[in-house]
């Protein structure tokens, strides 16, 4: 598989996700000969929807709520459809009360509540390692 960015998915979903595309394609009663056809078919398939979103992205510009650089960036560098999920995450992050709870040396350990909810996560930044850490584990640097 090409490098591909998969946020939060495991292994075993990745497997699962790729097994229920084959399953599209290929059936138990195919020989040897009708799987590879019918797997080539679903790989040219998955080729022509990601040329055609390529396409797609290269004739428009998505709409900007507001013209930041990191915006600008992910604009430039992938598809719309993941442009849309980071534009979400990013106002997520932006709409949450940010605390810091304590300072330990090069770490600063902070409180993110997002307006509205009761749970909170915990954020630890390292400046020494210049690394983040979250409690939800879904990012790390």
Known sequence: MEETFCADMTMTQR???M????????SYKNDLFEFFNHFQRSLDDRRYAK???YFQDSQSTPAMMFPVEILKHVVRVYT??????FKDQLC????????IVE????????RI???GKKFHRHITYDSSKDSISCSCKRFES
């Open 15 to 17: 497997s699962e996700t």
């Open 19 to 26: 097994n229920s595309v084959l399953k599209r394609y290929v």
């Open 51 to 53: 040329s055609r979103a």
């Open 80 to 85: 719309y459809e993941v442009f849309e999920q």
């Open 92 to 99: 997520k992050g932006i709409d949450c009360k940010f605390e």
């Open 103 to 110: 300072e330990i040396g090069h770490q600063k350990m902070y």
């Open 113 to 115: 509540t997002p307006f």
